[in-house]
């Protein structure tokens, strides 16, 4: 059975960090562009950042660029997020996602792949 599955996330005080995890089971990432994706109550789900299979390319939105980094660590089968710097506009929940084909700039655009995780909360409030 193909699972990916988000941790990490939580409640944080504005400014503050948090770093998501994706760990694929059942299949490997290495053959996948993976993304992570945000949908906040009552809104679309959006691209956040999605990074090519070997991590040589990187996709962010432009409310995103400069405080989050995304990173793979085929060995472990994990892409990361790092999210500094938090808004309480940054409140949503966070998805990853799998792509096995295409440009990662048409994944987070398009918002567009294969396997999808269930989401993990991420709550910015003073």
């Known amino acids: 059975q193909l699972q990916l599955v988000e941790s990490g996330g939580g409640l944080v005080q504005p400014g503050g960090s948090l770093r998501l995890s994706c760990t694929a089971s059942g299949f490997t990432l290495d053959y996948y562009n993976i993304g992570w994706f945000r949908q906040a109550p009552g809104k679309e789900r959006d691209g956040v950042s999605c990074?090519?299979?070997?991590?040589?390319?990187?996709n962010y939105a432009d409310s995103v660029k400069g405080r989050f980094t995304i990173s793979r660590d085929n060995a472990k089968n994990t892409v990361y997020l790092q999210m500094n710097s938090l808004k309480p506009e940054d409140t949503a929940i966070y998805y990853c996602?799998?792509?096995?084909?295409?440009?990662?700039?048409?994944?987070?655009?398009?918002?567009?792949?294969?396997?999808w995780g269930q989401g993990t909360q991420v709550t910015v409030s003073s």
């Open positions: 996602a799998a792509a096995p084909i295409g440009t990662v700039q048409a994944m987070c655009v398009n918002v567009r792949a294969s396997y």
């Open positions: 990074i090519s299979r070997s991590g040589g390319s990187t």
